[in-house]
């Protein structure tokens, strides 16, 4: 019987996981080095390491033959498609929900807030010595629109919520009612998009939403609205964003890019009007014990035959 799991942490670094002995598990180390720590046939348990690339996450795939769960430390999972399909049915795929809501949210509530009251402005002002006095765009009395309304959205608005905003309107790939107010659907996005002062995409990365903020989303924002991506880059069209930026119609504040990491000489890079951040959204000081908190509960619900928390996929169903 195979009892193999892979960790990209040493096991005594992860506090609360299941006694290996106790557990029939057998703990191996891998961080996405060039060497496997063992036979990738005996894996059971595969926790995919943290911001390597798609081709390193995925590389061990063909030779798991009986792996039983993926277990990724991100919130998005589309670095793990093109490997799926070596994958016998069955296979759980879970994502790590929890573990980056709280810091990506705050990351969000950043960006807008520089953007809006100008802070790197002040900050090359500040270089070239200049004082750059005058009245900035607020946060409070702003409307806000927030397109995909998960997890990540969810903690975005709990963040909102003191700044005293006119609105924050809720959108997700299908309807449905929360405590807060209505989650409108996709497909009324169109109608909500020019009342918004501030769009937030949070969105996971799908065949629905590649390209989902293009010309005619961005032709719909309101003079002067304000984007902001924590989402994945391809949801949005760097064109089609660029051709916006330098019209001066709106601005932008950017997690994520698409190419990503955004190449020197790139048209995004000077831009008028964006504030580009490097993809650290998940990668802050909560990451790792919220990331280390989570295995040693999936590890522990596995060994003892529970269902698993977080599973967003399932191989051939």
Not at 2 to 9: E, G, Q
Not at 95 to 120: D, F, K, M, Q, Y
Request: net charge negative; aromatic share 6%; glycine share 10%.
């Amino acid at each position: 019987m195979t009892t193999d799991v892979w960790l990209p942490f040493e096991a005594d670094e992860i506090d609360g996981l299941p006694e290996a002995s106790g557990a029939g598990l057998n703990y191996r180390y891998w961080d996405g080095g060039p060497d496997f720590p063992a036979d990738p046939a005996d894996c059971v348990f595969y926790v995919v390491p943290y911001l390597k690339s798609a081709e390193v996450s995925v590389r061990p795939l063909p030779a798991m033959t009986s792996l039983r769960v993926v277990q990724t430390l991100t919130a998005g999972i589309d670095h793990m498609d093109s490997g799926l399909g070596f994958l016998a049915p069955g296979v759980r795929l879970c994502n790590a929900r929890g573990v980056h809501e709280a810091s990506t949210a705050e990351l969000a509530l950043g960006l807008i807030l520089a953007s809006l009251r100008g802070i790197p402005g002040f900050v090359e002002g500040q270089r070239r010595q200049e004082w750059r006095s005058g009245f900035y765009p607020a946060l409070a009395d702003k409307s806000v629109l927030i397109v995909g309304y998960g997890s990540v959205g969810s903690a975005i608005e709990d963040r909102l919520a003191p700044f005293e905003c006119a609105r924050v309107a809720r959108v997700a790939r299908s309807a449905r009612a929360t405590e807060r107010g209505p989650v409108h659907p996709l497909a009324e996005l169109p109608a909500l998009l020019p009342d918004a002062d501030v769009v937030v995409v949070s969105t996971p990365l799908t065949e629905d939403t590649r390209g989902l903020v293009g010309a005619g989303f961005l032709a719909r924002m309101k003079d002067g609205a304000l984007l902001v991506n924590v989402g994945r880059g391809p949801v949005v069209d760097t064109d089609a964003l660029v051709a916006e930026l330098t019209s001066g119609r709106i601005t932008a504040a950017l997690d994520v890019t698409d190419p990503e990491p955004l190449p020197a000489g790139h048209p995004l890079w000077h831009a008028p009007g964006v504030l580009i951040s490097p993809h650290v959204g998940g990668s802050s000081s909560a990451y790792l014990p919220r990331a280390r908190r989570l295995l040693a509960a999936q590890l522990t619900r596995y060994a003892a035959g529970k269902p698993l928390d977080n599973v967003v996929r399932i191989t051939g169903s």
